[in-house]
């Protein structure tokens, strides 16, 4: 099982507070350093100050001051920027990381953000999906384009000319795609298309057992012939005692018995019997939100006293 952390910046972080929380994290031994990629905070926090950070600004600048750590999006929204300029994107941070980025991928959702920031937001999902299938095309597409030839796509939503399909990224063919989601049908038969990785956020066990159990179907149905990874994430607050446990979740305004019930929380010996569940029903990763990055010692108690006790 990998660990690794996941942060949430728009609910108020600054470059530097994540910075710490990535250097702790490769120095802790952690797999990835993932972010999420919102420009409006959620929930009671009154205003996310100091305000938002770019998710790919943020990961070209820890792509240079990392060297070990992978690094990634759950998820970047399709809805934010044209599909041409993302590729570009991505593959620049991925050289500028040596080949440590992985790229999820989301069809966007949160419509106030948008309306925030002057964003296109196609009210119909059937819409947002429609264009994230011709995103994925066309970001994939203009990977896995061979250098010397060039890349045209025809597109209900999108239309690229002929074009170098430049720059590659580090990574051959192309970075890892991530797809989550807990959709019915269509999330299924995407993930089985494109993803390397299919992720299920926040649900139980038994939902992301199901969801799991569609996609892995989904692949069979599909005939593709490499394996998909399978992984979870789940909000994190461990404590030595029950007293550490209510402290952190008081930190991010949650109940520890919520949080038992909804995550990964409680001594390291709960979190550890939780994540083995996990395991038991296929995930090989699990993203662990950490939603006060002040809080390192979070991390090196989860290094210390879960990780090595892991399979």
């Not at 690229?160 to 797809?179: H, M």
């Not at 996609?215 to 012939?225: H, K, L, N, P």
């Not at 990874?229 to 007293?243: E, H, I, T």
């Not at 296929?282 to 939100?289: A, K, N, T, V």
Request: glycine fraction near 10%.
């Amino acid at each position: 099982m990998r660990l690794r952390i996941f942060l949430e910046p728009q609910q108020g972080a600054t470059y530097e507070d994540q910075l710490a929380v990535a250097r702790a994290a490769e120095d802790l031994g952690f797999d990835a350093l993932f972010r999420s990629d919102h420009y409006l905070h959620m929930g009671d926090h009154p205003n996310g100050l100091p305000g938002p950070t770019d998710a790919w600004i943020t990961l070209a600048g820890l792509a240079r001051d990392t060297s070990r750590i992978r690094l990634g999006t759950l998820m970047t929204a399709a809805t934010f920027r044209h599909p041409g300029p993302l590729a570009i994107s991505v593959a620049q941070v991925d050289r500028m990381s040596g080949g440590r980025v992985e790229f999820g991928f989301g069809a966007g959702w949160f419509e106030q953000e948008h309306a925030a920031y002057g964003i296109p937001f196609p009210a119909a999902a059937r819409e947002r999906f429609d264009r994230y299938e011709e995103q994925l095309d066309i970001i994939t597409g203009l990977w896995t384009t061979s250098v010397g030839e060039t890349f045209r796509y025809e597109g209900r939503h999108y239309r690229l000319a002929e074009g170098p399909a430049l720059p590659k990224p580090q990574q051959d063919p192309r970075p890892p795609v991530i797809i989550g989601g807990t959709g019915l049908k269509r999330t299924p038969r995407l993930a089985a298309k494109f993803a390397d990785e299919y992720n299920v956020p926040f649900a139980s066990l038994e939902e992301t057992e199901a969801a799991f159990d569609r996609t892995t179907e989904a692949v069979r149905v599909s005939g593709r012939g490499t394996p998909m990874v399978y992984s979870a994430a789940q909000v994190l607050c461990v404590g030595r005692d029950d007293a550490e446990v209510a402290e952190r979740a008081a930190a991010i305004g949650r109940e520890p018995d919520e949080l038992r019930r909804n995550g990964l929380a409680g001594s390291p010996e709960e979190v550890v019997d939780k994540i083995g569940r996990f395991g038991a029903v296929g995930s090989e990763r699990i993203y662990l939100q950490v939603l006060d990055m002040t809080d390192l010692d979070h991390l090196e108690l989860v290094a210390s006293a879960v990780a090595p006790r892991l399979d």
